[in-house]
């Protein structure tokens, strides 16, 4: 339940703005009264040169005129103290101005308080009712990322507890850098698991680099095997920003025939221009079958739509039919 609503002391926010407000508006009315009983020194020879004019031509009588005067004398009298009235009026505007300030602070505050009450009480649900620490709110959220974007386009992914052994296949790069999130279970499908390794945390010197282990299971793979790798080479119109243009794929000459298969693949290549860099891979005495390997930049690979998953499960299938020699 996301909350709408705070109170300070059981007054409500709702109230104490009210109560600002209705401060700053009877303030101003008071301005408006205090200017409203005031003429000029200017006005008020005007109005005397008028009378004097009307008592001459006869259309004012002695009566109204001394009348008149004698309002105006009293006026003129009061005048006196207009600094005074100045300052009052200064004093009322000061005044409005600081109820508006505090109406705008009080309501930023308790907009800001509500804001943060409502995310921590909406992180708080994520996670099952647990508070969210220090440690949570700093962990990298890659593989949830990833479990969420599989179970978004019809897959059923659960992250599974750390120190899962498959956390070990692909986890380093050059046997140094980089460490495992942890693995991603795939109910019912052809990729039982998928390792999420972050092989480069963000610096000074570049972005994070991830990298999605996605394990083809292989029964007819031989345990003892020399290791297979295929990897891309992806060719660019420019170094580094340019577009990618063309996708080369490396391997032994033993694995010539996926070569050519994955070559002719369209699917394949617009993947690997669309994505990122490909890889696969075998262990022997570790793991008995294929992990294809998708490497990012910023962030780890999420197929956003199904067809993304299609291009991996095709390439377990390439792998999986390929000559056994």
């Given at each position: 339940?996301?909350?709408?609503?705070?109170?300070?002391?059981?007054?409500?926010?709702?109230?104490?703005?009210?109560?600002?407000?209705?401060?700053a508006?009877?303030?101003?009315?008071?301005?408006?009264?205090?200017?409203?009983?005031?003429?000029?020194?200017?006005?008020?020879?005007?109005?005397?040169e008028?009378?004097?004019?009307?008592?001459?031509?006869?259309?004012?009588?002695?009566?109204?005129?001394?009348?008149?005067?004698q309002?105006l004398?009293?006026?003129?009298?009061?005048?006196?103290?207009?600094?005074?009235?100045?300052?009052?009026?200064?004093?009322?505007?000061?005044?409005?101005?600081?109820?508006l300030?505090?109406?705008?602070?009080?309501?930023?505050?308790f907009?800001?308080?509500?804001?943060?009450?409502?995310?921590?009480?909406?992180?708080?649900?994520?996670?099952?009712?647990?508070?969210?620490?220090?440690?949570?709110?700093?962990?990298?959220?890659n593989r949830?990322?990833?479990?969420?974007?599989?179970?978004?386009?019809?897959?059923q992914?659960?992250?599974?507890?750390?120190?899962?052994?498959e956390?070990?296949?692909?986890?380093?790069?050059?046997?140094?850098?980089?460490?495992?999130?942890?693995?991603?279970?795939?109910?019912?499908?052809?990729?039982?698991?998928?390792?999420?390794?972050?092989?480069?945390?963000?610096?000074?010197?570049g972005?994070?680099?991830?990298?999605?282990?996605?394990?083809?299971?292989?029964?007819?793979?031989?345990?003892?095997?020399?290791?297979?790798?295929?990897k891309?080479?992806?060719?660019k119109?420019?170094?580094?920003?340019?577009?990618?243009?063309?996708?080369?794929?490396?391997?032994?000459?033993?694995?010539?025939?996926?070569?050519?298969?994955?070559?002719?693949?369209?699917?394949?290549?617009?993947?690997?221009?669309?994505?990122?860099?490909?890889?696969v891979h075998?262990?022997?005495?570790?793991?008995?079958?294929?992990?294809?390997?998708?490497?990012?930049?910023?962030?780890?690979?999420?197929?956003?739509?199904?067809?993304?998953?299609?291009?991996?499960?095709?390439?377990?299938?390439?792998?999986?039919?390929?000559?056994?020699?």
């Amino acid at each position: 339940m996301v909350l709408h609503g705070a109170h300070l002391s059981g007054i409500s926010v709702g109230r104490v703005i009210a109560i600002l407000a209705f401060i700053a508006v009877s303030a101003y009315l008071d301005v408006v009264h205090v200017s409203a009983d005031h003429i000029s020194k200017k006005e008020s020879r005007v109005y005397l040169e008028e009378i004097d004019r009307e008592y001459k031509d006869g259309t004012l009588s002695a009566e109204d005129y001394k009348a008149k005067l004698q309002w105006l004398e009293d006026h003129d009298a009061k005048l006196g103290e207009g600094s005074d009235v100045k300052k009052d009026v200064r004093s009322v505007s000061w005044a409005i101005l600081s109820t508006l300030i505090s109406i705008i602070v009080v309501g930023a505050f308790f907009a800001m308080r509500i804001r943060l009450r409502n995310r921590s009480h909406e992180q708080t649900q994520l996670l099952g009712g647990k508070k969210m620490g220090m440690a949570e709110r700093l962990r990298d959220k890659n593989r949830d990322t990833l479990t969420q974007s599989l179970n978004a386009i019809g897959i059923q992914a659960t992250m599974l507890d750390r120190g899962r052994a498959e956390e070990k296949i692909r986890e380093k790069t050059m046997g140094i850098f980089g460490s495992s999130l942890g693995i991603i279970q795939v109910d019912g499908d052809r990729i039982p698991w998928i390792n999420v390794v972050r092989l480069r945390r963000q610096d000074k010197n570049g972005p994070a680099k991830y990298r999605a282990v996605f394990g083809i299971p292989d029964p007819t793979l031989p345990v003892g095997h020399h290791p297979l790798e295929i990897k891309t080479v992806r060719k660019k119109s420019f170094p580094l920003f340019g577009k990618v243009i063309d996708v080369h794929w490396e391997a032994r000459d033993a694995l010539a025939p996926l070569v050519n298969v994955f070559s002719q693949d369209e699917a394949i290549i617009n993947f690997v221009k669309d994505v990122g860099d490909i890889a696969v891979h075998t262990h022997p005495r570790q793991f008995q079958g294929w992990t294809v390997e998708v490497t990012t930049l910023h962030k780890v690979f999420t197929p956003v739509v199904f067809d993304q998953w299609q291009v991996i499960h095709k390439i377990a299938e390439y792998v999986i039919a390929s000559p056994r020699d």
